[in-house]
């Protein structure tokens, strides 16, 4: 008996289907019930399919949009539909694959591939077949349909497609596939290499058997008129450079050239899809050979492509010379979500020059995307623009100063342009290449720096935000100057920015300030009451997106000049607008983040000058992480009724408490006596989300340094934990908790051998691993890592072990001794008892040897090491 719908039943449907097109909120959610109820009908599902494939009378949105309430359907309780209603739905759906109208097709399509990608294409083992036959199918409607399925499961399937349940689909796919490149249809065309991109990057075997057909084709496609075609072509050659570079090698001049056409091809699409073809050829080992005589034709078309286009021009508003909108309201949905970074600990590196990123600001490098503003606001977030610079990045990375040659007179020719939107990608260029060029360009930067910060007074707001992350990038240049040549002029500048009567330029300026202040340190000392009186009266001109912007620049600023902030004029400057700022954010809004963030940076710089704001700030983040905690109790045992939390709360609360910690020292002591923030501390070191472990062993290691009192009465349980967390494989979590274990011995002494046997064979594991990363081997202490560090605190503490380690078994330095020397040499100003230990441990070990054999040991040692050691050690 073939299911037939009720009337009345169908009326139903259909006026629920035509309200819920209806833009009144209290309509929308009366529907959503309604769907809700009916859902518990088991053939439902059945009225919705004969709506989307039969109902031919009803208007195509209703009908699609009928198929896509029953995708979410299918997506949510596929697997409880009567078998005679699964049957149905998938009947249904093979017989409207060649629907007349695009809409259901690709409607019909997406349930097929919905239910396939529930796991069913071994319980619907006629689909793929079907769908292949219909392939040849003379009506186009059924061909394209088809195609449009396959290319849906494809891309949500590849895996499952390649697997032996299924005997191998692809063996009969792939070639079937490649047949179609040729066909008359653009559309089919692009569906058919559409089809095969996708088992590229998996090396899928179908694939590679007939790898040579596929590029010989792809070739062929080269110049289609279709620009979706040509797009699917540039993807498939930039994948295909990163997996089968062998097969492209003899093509590769040819594909060069092409590549070169297609980066200025006319739909920007395209053009974006062959500029991420210089990416990738970067990462190739090839690059340097094949590319070097086409520098001179590919840079021009790169800096071309850093233009902004007529449409984002109109966009951003870049035309207008009156362009003052910081009295605008942000709209909400300008401002992105933050990820906070949980603290971690690591000894302070010598950092090289040029390990700063590219868009400017706080954001890693993973981020870093080329194009210069990190963000356009208005504009999609990867664009030609962003791509063409971002190429030039890594390009000059590759080439060094030898791009410089080719890449000076097109920047002659941008930089002094008389139109701003060709200038701008001049400046823009000049920023991208900093990185890789920087040694080639040193000797022109005294005559560039004064023009750019000519430049940051131009008309043009675009003008003036791509010419602050430009000078950013040549921070460390400028720092290593005369101050009143250079770093004087650029931070004024820069600070007349930062109060800009343009949102974007104020961002940018706030950005590259902030990089700024982490090149300085130290030197921007002198001009504090200068920064500080900009900054804060940023705070009551900027709008909801840059203030967390400025509290990174002020977090920033407390990191670089540290302990030079706790002076009583900064303070009250500094700390009522961030703590009128706390008072007025609710516990669930996600602003705390980089508010609390910039408060754990300045509590830690103004040490003790924190004290009259830490009992409110102390008491609010341990109220947070419990709040944390108990809504994730709730959440666990009634995940119905309490939504989980949003764990970030807890992290950064956890890590302002450490920068309290470390800020405040002794004088927190009284505040974790009266709060229940030690049994707290106890369940988050256990949560299973890594990121509040690594926060949480941070926290625990500082509190050990402030108040080991609180600490001591649980050193068993804390210890077995962080015994369990010294696994390399979670580096941040391992190495905090490896941090903690140390400062907790140093506290302990004698007493920590009744806990050495719950760490030490992890700990030794960790040393003796051949790829372990360095911050990892510096809290574990060995000495080829801890040659490389400045002198600190941690270092201090780290050779102490070292030593005292060498006391009790001289024997097992020997055959590193020399490596010993070389870590000792490493320190510029020893404490005196520290060097008091070095110089008992290198005459021990001389008269150990005897005269002859110590000369011929130190005979081997570099001349510059001998002076060192003979100078600190008397030897």
Same mark, same amino acid.
């Given at each position: 008996?073939?299911?037939?719908?009720?009337?009345?039943?169908?009326?139903?449907?259909?006026?629920?289907?035509?309200?819920?097109?209806?833009?009144?909120?209290?309509?929308?959610?009366?529907?959503? /019930? +309604?769907?809700? $109820?009916?859902?518990?009908?088991?053939?439902?599902?059945?009225? !919705?399919?004969?709506? #989307?494939?039969? %109902?031919?009378?009803?208007?195509?949105?209703?009908?699609?949009?009928?198929?896509?309430?029953?995708?979410?359907?299918?997506?949510?309780?596929?697997?409880?539909?009567?078998?005679?209603?699964?049957?149905?739905?998938?009947?249904?759906?093979?017989?409207?694959?060649?629907?007349?109208?695009?809409?259901?097709?690709?409607?019909?399509?997406?349930?097929?591939?919905?239910?396939?990608?529930?796991?069913?294409?071994?319980?619907?083992?006629?689909?793929?077949?079907?769908?292949?036959?219909?392939?040849?199918?003379?009506?186009?409607?059924?061909?394209?349909?088809?195609?449009?399925?396959? /290319? +849906?499961?494809? $891309?949500?399937?590849?895996?499952?497609?390649?697997?032996?349940? !299924?005997?191998?689909? #692809?063996?009969? %796919?792939?070639?079937?596939?490649?047949?179609?490149?040729?066909?008359?249809?653009?559309?089919?065309r692009c569906h058919a290499i559409a089809c095969v991109n996708y088992f590229i990057m998996g090396r899928t075997q179908a694939l590679m058997l007939h790898i040579d057909s596929f590029i010989e084709n792809l070739f062929h496609l080269a110049a289609d008129e279709d620009p979706d075609v040509r797009k699917n072509v540039c993807h498939a050659l930039v994948l295909l450079l990163e997996v089968r570079l062998d097969r492209l090698i003899p093509h590769l001049p040819n594909i060069i050239e092409y590549m070169l056409i297609r980066t200025q091809d006319p739909e920007e699409g395209v053009a974006l899809e062959a500029c991420e073809f210089w990416l990738s050829l970067a990462e190739q080992n090839v690059c340097r050979e094949v590319l070097g005589p086409r520098l001179p034709a590919l840079l021009p078309v790169l800096v071309r492509g850093m233009r902004y286009s007529e449409m984002d021009v109109i966009l951003l508003r870049g035309d207008r010379d009156d362009d003052a909108d910081d009295a605008e309201p942000d709209r909400e949905s300008d401002i992105r979500p933050r990820f906070h970074k949980p603290r971690s600990h690591t000894i302070k590196h010598n950092a090289g020059a040029g390990d700063s990123n590219m868009s400017g600001g706080g954001e890693s490098d993973e981020e870093d995307d080329g194009g210069a503003e990190g963000d356009d606001g208005s504009l999609s977030d990867w664009n030609l623009r962003k791509c063409s610079a971002a190429a030039l990045d890594v390009l000059a990375n590759v080439f060094g100063a030898d791009l410089l040659p080719v890449l000076f007179p097109i920047l002659k020719e941008t930089l002094f342009h008389n139109s701003w939107i060709i200038k701008e990608s001049g400046i823009l260029a000049l920023g991208a290449v900093a990185d890789g060029c920087m040694g080639g360009m040193v000797p022109h930067l005294p005559d560039l720096v004064p023009y750019l910060v000519c430049c940051l007074s131009e008309r043009k707001a675009l003008v003036r935000a791509i010419t602050c992350w430009t000078l950013s990038?040549?921070?460390?240049?400028?720092?290593?100057?005369?101050?009143?040549?250079?770093?004087?002029?650029?931070?004024?500048?820069?600070?007349?920015?930062?109060?800009?009567?343009?949102?974007?330029?104020?961002?940018?300026?706030?950005?590259?300030?902030?990089t700024l202040e982490e090149e300085a340190c130290t030197e921007l000392v002198p001009y504090l009451g200068h920064i500080l009186q900009t900054l804060v009266y940023a705070f009551g001109r900027y709008q909801h997106k840059n203030l967390l912007i400025l509290y990174d620049a002020i977090g920033t600023l407390a990191d670089s000049v540290g302990h030079h902030l706790n002076k009583p004029e900064y303070i009250n400057l500094l700390m009522p607008p961030l703590i009128t700022k706390w008072n007025v954010l609710k516990d669930e809004d996600k602003d705390l983040f980089p508010l609390l963030e910039c408060l754990s940076s300045v509590a830690t710089a103004l040490q003790s000058g924190f004290?009259?704001?830490?009992?409110?700030?102390?008491?609010?983040?341990?109220?947070?992480?419990?709040?944390?905690?108990?809504?994730?109790?709730?959440?666990?045992?009634?995940?119905?009724?309490?939504?989980?939390?949003?764990?970030?709360?807890?992290i950064v609360a956890l890590d302002l408490l450490s920068g309290l910690a470390e800020g405040l020292d002794g004088h927190i002591d009284h505040l974790v006596h009266n709060s229940n923030l030690m049994q707290l501390l106890y369940q988050c070191m256990g949560d299973p989300m890594p990121e509040v472990r690594q926060s949480s062993f941070a926290l625990l290691g500082d509190l050990t340094k402030a108040c080991f009192q609180h600490v001591h009465l649980y050193i068993p349980e804390f210890l077995n934990i962080l015994g369990m967390n010294l696994n390399p494989e979670l580096i941040s979590v391992c190495n905090n908790a490896t941090w903690a274990i140390g400062e907790i011995s140093i506290k302990l002494g004698p007493e920590t051998s009744k806990y050495i046997p719950l760490v030490l064979g992890h700990l030794v594991d960790i040393i003796n691993r051949p790829n372990t990363p360095k911050t990892l081997l510096e809290n574990t202490g060995k000495c080829t890592s801890l040659r490389n560090i400045r002198d600190n605190d941690e270092k201090d503490s780290a050779f102490r072990g070292i030593c005292q380690m060498i006391q009790i078994n001289p024997g097992g330095v020997v055959t590193d001794f020399l490596y010993f020397c070389d870590a000792i040499a490493s320190w510029s100003h020893p404490k005196d008892d520290l060097k008091e230990m070095f110089t008992k441990i290198l005459h021990g070990f001389k008269n150990q040897v005897g005269e002859e054999n110590w000369r011929r040991f130190t005979d081997q040692l570099p001349v510059q090491l001998s002076a060192r050691l003979s100078a600190m050690c008397d030897i």
């Open positions: 008996m073939e299911w037939k719908p009720e009337p009345e039943g169908l009326r139903q449907i259909l006026t629920l289907l035509k309200e819920s097109q209806s833009p009144d909120t209290v309509t929308q959610r009366a529907v959503q /019930q +309604k769907l809700e $109820e009916l859902n518990k009908y088991p053939d439902f599902n059945n009225y !919705l399919i004969f709506v #989307l494939t039969k %109902l031919v009378s009803e208007e195509e949105p209703t009908r699609s949009l009928s198929g896509l309430i029953l995708k979410n359907n299918v997506k949510a309780h596929y697997n409880n539909f009567l078998p005679e209603v699964a049957e149905f739905i998938k009947r249904e759906c093979l017989s409207a694959v060649g629907d007349p109208s695009p809409l259901i097709r690709a409607t019909v399509g997406i349930i097929i591939t919905t239910i396939a990608s529930k796991g069913e294409l071994t319980s619907w083992p006629e689909l793929l077949p079907a769908l292949c036959h219909m392939l040849d199918s003379q009506d186009y409607n059924v061909c394209e349909g088809a195609f449009g399925a396959l /290319q +849906k499961i494809c $891309e949500d399937t590849a895996e499952v497609l390649d697997c032996d349940e !299924l005997n191998r689909p #692809l063996n009969v %796919l792939i070639p079937k596939f490649l047949q179609f490149f040729r066909h008359s249809s653009p559309k089919i990038r040549y921070s460390h240049w400028i720092v290593s100057q005369s101050h009143d040549q250079y770093l004087r002029p650029v931070m004024t500048e820069l600070l007349k920015r930062v109060l800009d009567n343009n949102k974007r330029v104020q961002e940018a300026a706030c950005s590259a300030f902030a004290l009259p704001y830490c009992e409110p700030v102390f008491r609010r983040c341990v109220s947070l992480i419990e709040q944390t905690l108990n809504q994730n109790i709730a959440n666990s045992q009634s995940p119905e009724q309490f939504e989980a939390p949003d764990k970030d709360f807890m």
